[in-house]
């Protein structure tokens, strides 16, 4: 199985840094960027008061 994944074409989905999509278009691969960024920005204070907010709304 693991033999098969590297006789494919390689395809990417990028989550993140635009940079990282960017280098693989330069090497003509496949590539799909998605804009992400951690829950508050990495804050983990902020990210702890998000998800006591979550866990109010379940």
């Known amino acids: 199985m693991i033999a098969d ?4 074409e ?4 990028n989550c993140g840094l ?3 999509a960017q280098e ?3 090497l003509a691969v ?3 960027h998605v804009e992400w960024s951690p829950p508050a920005g990495g804050d ?3 990210a ?3 998800a006591a907010l979550e ?3 379940a």
């Open 48 to 50: 702890a008061l998000l």
């Open 44 to 46: 983990p204070r902020k």
């Open 18 to 20: 635009e940079g990282f």
């Open 24 to 26: 693989l278009e330069q």
């Open 30 to 32: 496949p590539v799909i």
């Open 55 to 57: 866990d109010e709304d």
């Open 5 to 8: 994944l590297f006789a494919r």
């Open 10 to 13: 390689l395809r990417v989905i």
